[in-house]
């Protein structure tokens, strides 16, 4: 039996990169229980107060919530339980050179399903500040603006503006 290879994507944090400048991301594993990839699986799972730190010279993933899983029974996991993340030894040191420069957080960005295994993608990041954030929402709305345009211009159906 063959295991699809490509990505399936369970859930993503797009409030991280609204919050945060991302400089660089990681792939990593994650440990679970048995429930908590039923859980997965079914996509009950929310990204939105989690956060990555080092403790005893792993990484470990707090506040990521897998809800319970529907059909377990006393084996069933806790929703919020701090989780191990799986990286190489180089990458931790990578990381936690850069997490010890200070100014920069882990996040997760997205957590997914590739070749049957359960992955989650990590973010380097740096908080905006909110003149940032303003600013990025400004170029977006340029942007659509300017796609919005070129499309009339190209089926020929130019109005000009007032």
Same mark, same amino acid.
């Given at each position: 039996?063959? *295991?699809?290879?490509?990505?399936k994507?369970?859930a993503?944090n797009? !409030?991280? *990169?609204?919050d ?6 990681? /792939?990593?594993g ?5 429930? /908590?990839?039923k859980?997965?699986r079914?996509?009950r799972v ?5 956060? +990555?730190?080092e *403790?005893d010279g792993?990484?470990m993933?707090?506040g990521l919530h ?6 377990g029974t006393w084996t069933?996991h ?8 799986l990286?190489?030894r ?6 936690? /050179? ?5 100014g ?11 070749g049957g295994w359960? !992955?989650v993608e990590?973010?380097?990041?740096r908080g905006?500040?909110?003149y940032? !954030?303003?600013q990025?929402l +400004?170029?977006?709305d340029?942007?659509? /603006?300017i796609?919005?345009e070129l ?5 020929? +159906?130019?109005?000009p503006t007032r």
């Amino acid at each position: 039996m063959s *295991r699809d290879t490509e990505r399936k994507l369970i859930a993503s944090n797009k !409030k991280a *990169r609204h919050d945060y400048t991302i400089l660089k991301t990681y /792939e990593a594993g994650i440990v679970l229980a048995g429930t /908590e990839v039923k859980s997965l699986r079914e996509g009950r799972v929310s990204l939105v107060d989690a956060f +990555a730190q080092e *403790r005893d010279g792993e990484i470990m993933l707090y506040g990521l919530h897998i809800a319970e899983y529907g059909y377990g029974t006393w084996t069933n996991h806790q929703p919020r339980r701090t989780r191990k993340l799986l990286l190489r030894r180089v990458e931790i040191g990578r990381i936690l /050179e850069k997490l010890r420069e200070g100014g920069v957080t882990l996040v997760p960005l997205s957590m997914y399903f590739a070749g049957g295994w359960a !992955k989650v993608e990590l973010g380097l990041a740096r908080g905006k500040k909110s003149y940032d !954030k303003r600013q990025a929402l +400004a170029e977006r709305d340029a942007n659509r /603006e300017i796609a919005r345009e070129l499309g009339r211009r190209l089926k020929g +159906a130019h109005r000009p503006t007032r």
